[in-house]
């Protein structure tokens, strides 16, 4: 087992649910690094995840995680949107399929061109299912998503179990990034009734309360990206909830 997939593991038996902040290197300017990385180390989230759908610029990439790094001894995880959304200064990368994708591309062929380059730069690999629910959101369009119909939360559940038994180490469900409304608690319940491995959820999560419901209903790991760049303020509170929710869980 690879070191951050360690941490993640002991931290999830620990604390009961985690936190991970997602950061769009789009969304982020040179300056401004400083005080986001500084503001979620201090609001107690559990690691970082650099990426988002659309291609940023490599220098600018390596620029960004070298910056937190410098700041922050939290985990720095990629979240690629392509194979060339790689980096040697990152700890870690989510080797994810977008298993309801539409084009073979997001679900295979570009893990078969990434593979190597990550082998090559030495970055951790965890094998992550990701399921987006609807076409509407930025990845849902990039990544061709076929949307589930919302009163069949079993279809999900049938994708979610089948990663488990294809051997990823999460499932990440997604409502899509800036989502108006999150993952529904009954799906929620639906899913992680079939699911043995970490459930992860994102998207249109922006209050404590709506965190604290999610992780009651079975998810492991919360991520929020669109609330660092509204409202940074609000994130420890987010952050406490989700742990409140995990210790009741245990």
């Given at each position: ?5 360690n941490y ?14 997602l ?9 401004s ?6 503001a979620?180390e201090?609001s ?9 759908s ?45 298993l309801?994708?539409?084009?073979p ?5 570009a ?5 190597p ?24 369009f ?14 999900v559940?049938?994708y ?6 294809m051997?990823?180490?999460f ?9 108006e ?6 799906m ?6 079939f699911?043995?491995i ?22 492991d790991c ?29």
């Amino acid at each position: 087992m690879g070191k951050v997939l360690n941490y993640l593991i002991e931290k999830l038996r620990d604390d009961g649910a985690l936190h991970f902040s997602l950061i769009d290197p789009v969304d982020v300017v040179e300056s401004s690094i400083e005080k986001i990385a500084t503001a979620i180390e201090d609001s107690g989230s559990d690691a970082i995840m650099v990426g988002g759908s659309t291609l940023s610029m490599q220098k600018w990439l390596d620029t960004l995680i070298l910056g937190l790094k410098k700041c922050t001894t939290l985990p720095v995880i990629l979240f690629p949107g392509n194979p060339a959304m790689l980096s040697p200064h990152a700890d870690a990368v989510w080797f994810m399929s977008l298993l309801n994708s539409a084009n073979p591309f997001f679900i295979s062929e570009a893990q078969a061109l990434a593979a190597p380059l990550v082998k090559k730069l030495g970055i951790e690999p965890i094998p992550l299912a990701y399921i987006v629910l609807r076409s509407s959101s930025s990845v849902g369009f990039v990544g061709h998503v076929r949307d589930f119909p919302e009163h069949k939360p079993e279809l999900v559940a049938m994708y979610a179990l089948a990663a488990q038994y294809m051997g990823f180490k999460f499932v990440y469900l997604e409502a899509g990034s800036g989502a108006e409304k999150p993952v529904s608690t009954e799906m929620i319940r639906k899913v992680k009734k079939f699911l043995e491995i970490p459930l992860i959820v994102g998207g249109g999560i922006k209050s404590p309360k709506v965190a604290y419901e999610i992780v009651k209903a079975g998810a492991d790991c919360i991520v929020t990206g669109t609330i660092l760049e509204e409202k940074l303020s609000i994130l420890p509170s987010i952050v406490k909830a989700i742990k409140k929710a995990g210790r009741e869980k245990k």
